[in-house]
Structure formats: C-alpha cells, structure tokens
C-alpha cells in the first residue's frame, strides 16, 4: 500500500443552478437573482393566468368525477386510488388559486385537501360535506369570485362551515 491509496480526491461540480440564474457557475456563496429574470418568469406567470378559469375547471371535472368513482367504488384499493386523486385535485386547484390570487377557491380547495385525510366515503356525512366542497369550488370559479372577503364569498364560507359543522 503507497502514500496516494491514502489521499482523499475532491471532485469540483459546476453549479449549474448558479448559471440558469445569471450568476458564475464558479462563483462562490450565495447569489442574487438578477430582477429582469425574475420580470421575465413573472410575464410568463401572468401570461397563463388567462388559461386559469379553463384548467380549473378541467381538475374540478376532474376532482369530481375522483370523487363520483370513490364514492361508488366497491372495492376498498379502487376507492383509495380515487380518494388520494381527489386529494392531489384538490390540492392542485390550491397551487393554482394561490399562483394568480383566488384566495377563496384556495381556501375552499384547501379546505377539502385536508379533509381528505379523515374521509369515510361510505358516510353520507362525508358525502355531503364534500359535495359541499366541490359545489362552492365551482360557483366560486363560475361567478369569478376572486377575494374570500365580498358578500357572496362570506355566504359560500358560511355554507361550507355549516355542513362540515353538522356534519363532522
């Protein structure tokens, strides 16, 4: 055995997170996003926000037909496959909402993500607090209700509250 066999070898990887943000591959300590990057991201950001209403409505479909398929699933892994979809919808509806500043539908899809974790689909409760969910989801997206502080929004809150309050 030789003095070498001993000797530890660094491997120096080009950073290329670093570069994809404008600064030296090489550069050493922490970088700074230069702001017309950061302008350049947020016009495309800006520019799909007028595709929001077309594909939430496309994941509430498909949030609720999830949702249709669990409920009437007989066999217990069917079921959970469509409860742990109704999920990701859900949640994905909520990065959506929070993406261009629908607070409410972010807080109903919240809401129902959460709720996801304690459902029984076989009771009616359940059902129906859900049902709930997805019905203020869509008059939320339909009446292009944006704020969860107007009127119409304090009334959808107030009715999704009541059920998960006489239901739970």
């Known amino acids: 055995m030789s003095k070498n066999d001993d000797k530890v070898e660094i491997f120096h990887r080009v950073n290329k997170l670093k570069s994809k943000a404008g600064l030296s591959a090489f550069a050493k300590g922490q970088g700074r996003i230069q702001d017309s990057r950061v302008q350049k991201a947020q016009a495309v ?3 799909k926000e007028a595709e929001y209403s077309v594909e939430v409505e496309n994941v509430l479909r498909n949030l609720q037909a999830s949702w249709d398929e669990c409920v009437g699933a007989e066999k217990s892994d069917v079921r959970a496959g469509a409860l742990e979809r109704v999920y990701n919808y859900s949640n994905n509806v909520k990065d959506l909402a929070s993406m261009y500043g629908y607070d409410l539908m972010g807080y109903f899809a ?7 974790e ?9 059902q129906i607090i859900v049902r709930a969910h997805i019905n203020a989801m869509f008059v939320t997206l339909h009446e292009k209700l944006r704020s969860d502080e107007g009127e119409k929004a304090k009334e959808l809150m107030n009715s999704v509250a009541l059920a998960i309050q006489k239901y739970s």
């Open 110 to 116: 919240l809401s129902l993500r959460d709720f996801c």
């Open 118 to 126: 304690k459902i029984d689909a076989h009771k009616e409760e359940h």
């Open 45 to 47: 950001i800006d520019d």
